[in-house]
């Protein structure tokens, strides 16, 4: 059985005063003598006595903790992007609350119902694959709690956001597949209410309009951008009178499935088949070959998310202008989309 943590009455009970008195002492209030401050402090250490410091906050009106909720944390970009908001939150002296809806709405409802019970003093969010309602999100709003949404939003509603410029993205990897020299570049895309994926695909759109190509719509495949999307998306791809010579996926997952199938099939990569994904993940690197991959700069965005909800924490202010925060993606160039190297 666990030893019973000792709490501020026990100090009070063997020394023989007030409960407030132990409490004033713990904190150096001027009231106390000395000598009373000295027998609590010894005693509380004897105990191995340990603040409350949440429920000390929270009779002072804090509880200095801050509410993250992420489709999940699988991967490297969600646990980069904590990584990044735990370092700027815990610089401002606050803690994480860390919930996943794993990609389900109701789960993401019961998140936040959990982190307003916790009463935290800010929530950050990245809204699952399945939701298309902002209701719970208003429940937020009316209780004065600020918000700010990062990497997936609604965009039907005005936000305080912070994202990754994705048509920017989705353009740079398309267009880098057509600078090497592919032509009938297919692509991976997910579910069309996450901004993500539908700016991504816009991106791939733009590049091929520059390129006076047509956007053939057997090119363009749907799934939810797990590894076995990518693998029945290649298949598909592959069964086609006339196959793709490359393929833009929105994810780094879809991309491996992809390859998985082209090297079943002796396609060789990049040669036969060029391949680029999203988010660089670990994992792109220690696939043969190498997966060329748009960078999503994971902690820089959980630091940016935050600091912004610690502005708006700070000002107070209910009339503001929804503020958009719009990050720059880089492509880090790999074997799997040039056709010069060698698999």
Do not use: W
Not at 95 to 110: D, Y
Not at 298 to 304: A, Q, Y
Request: hydrophobic share 40%; aromatic share 6%; with cysteine.
């Amino acid at each position: 059985m666990a030893k019973k943590r000792a709490s501020i009455t026990d100090l009070a009970r063997q020394l023989n005063v007030s409960v407030s008195t132990v409490s004033r002492a713990l904190s150096g209030h001027s009231a106390i003598s000395e000598a009373t401050a000295k027998r609590v402090a010894a005693l509380a250490k004897e105990l191995g006595y340990q603040p409350n410091s949440l429920a000390s906050g929270l009779r002072k009106g804090r509880s200095n903790m801050l509410g993250v909720v992420v489709p999940h944390i699988d991967g490297n970009f969600f646990s980069q992007v904590v990584k990044g908001i735990e370092a700027a939150a815990s610089k401002a002296g606050y803690h994480v609350l860390i919930c996943q809806s794993n990609e389900n709405q109701a789960h993401e409802r019961t998140n936040l119902d959990t982190l307003m019970n916790a009463q935290v003093e800010g929530i950050l969010v990245s809204v699952s694959r399945t939701t298309r309602e902002f209701k719970h999100f208003e429940k937020i709003r009316k209780r004065d709690i600020p918000l700010v949404f990062f990497d997936r939003i609604l965009e039907d509603h005005d936000v305080n956001a912070v994202v990754l410029d994705d048509r920017a993205g989705g353009y740079r990897a398309t267009r880098h597949l057509l600078e090497q020299g592919y032509r009938r570049i297919a692509h991976f895309s997910g579910p069309q209410q996450l901004n993500i994926y539908k700016h991504r695909r816009q991106g791939y759109e733009d590049a091929l309009r520059e390129y006076n190509l047509p956007i053939r719509e057997e090119f363009i495949i749907f799934g939810e951008m797990k590894m076995d999307d990518g693998s029945a998306g290649m298949r598909q791809l592959l069964a086609l009178p006339e196959p793709p010579d490359a393929v833009f996926s929105g994810s780094d997952f879809s991309a491996a499935g992809a390859l998985e199938v082209l090297g079943e099939r002796g396609l060789r990569v990049p040669q036969d088949v060029g391949l680029v994904g999203f988010s660089n993940e670990l994992f792109s690197r220690l696939t043969v070959p190498q997966i060329t991959s748009i960078d999503q700069h994971c902690e820089l965005m959980g630091r940016t998310a935050t600091r912004l909800l610690l502005e708006i924490m700070a000002e107070r202010e209910p009339d503001f202008a929804p503020r958009h925060v719009v990050l720059q993606p880089d492509l880090f160039t790999r074997a799997s989309s040039l056709r010069g190297a060698v698999s």
